[in-house]
């Protein structure tokens, strides 16, 4: 793609971000937690993940500036991420909690084995799983967008189970509106 070019962004108007915030609060997201290895293992509850190319595989999450987990992130040349379940809430809702334990302590509460390819953290249960390298960082405002190329991924046995509806193995985990909801597929089965 061509012919794309930086324009300034308008002046921030801080009675908006409240509204903003809800407004984007619209659109349901999966649930990730993002992982990193090495001398400082870390794991994030993430909702801002996307797929983004087949060829190559290629995946974004996005980080806020403040977060702790930069700091594990910055240095780290791979990270992983995994695709919460329905009934992984509390597991999201542990990697969002500050008061967590640091380093390889936070993982306790949780069942994860390091990924077959690059050692990083991946929750046990999870819809699917990626273990990537870091390919490229860009600078997005408050955030930084962080594009992983996969180098390895699993995904769950249960999601090609033949049982559906709420609560199954097979449904995702989403964040809603503010808050954790649960989904399946419908009864024709996952997309093409």
């Not at 990193?36 to 996307?50: E, K």
């Not at 936070?106 to 799983?129: E, H, N, R, Y």
């Not at 992983?148 to 709420?166: F, M």
Request: aromatic share 8%.
């Amino acid at each position: 793609m061509t012919g794309l070019r930086e324009t300034a962004l308008p002046p921030r108007r801080d009675t908006d971000a409240k509204e903003l915030r809800h407004a984007f609060a619209e659109f349901a997201t999966g649930v990730t937690v993002v992982t990193v290895g090495g001398p400082s293992p870390r794991g994030m509850t993430a909702n801002s993940f996307t797929s983004v190319s087949l060829s190559p595989p290629l995946l974004l999450v996005c980080v806020h500036n403040d977060a702790v987990m930069q700091q594990a992130l910055h240095p780290a040349p791979h990270f992983g991420v995994s695709v919460l379940g329905a009934a992984q809430e509390a597991v999201a809702r542990h990697f969002a909690d500050d008061s967590r334990p640091a380093g390889l302590q936070q993982f306790d509460p949780v069942g994860w084995s390091p990924g077959a390819t690059t050692s990083v953290p991946l929750i046990g249960g999870a819809l699917a799983c990626f273990e990537c390298e870091k390919w490229r960082v860009y600078d997005g405002g408050d955030h930084t967008i962080l594009v992983g190329a996969v180098v390895g991924w699993t995904r769950s046995p249960a999601a090609n189970a033949g049982s559906t509806g709420p609560g199954t193995a097979r449904d995702a985990l989403l964040y809603f509106r503010g808050r954790f909801q649960m989904h399946g597929f419908a009864a024709e089965g996952p997309p093409r």
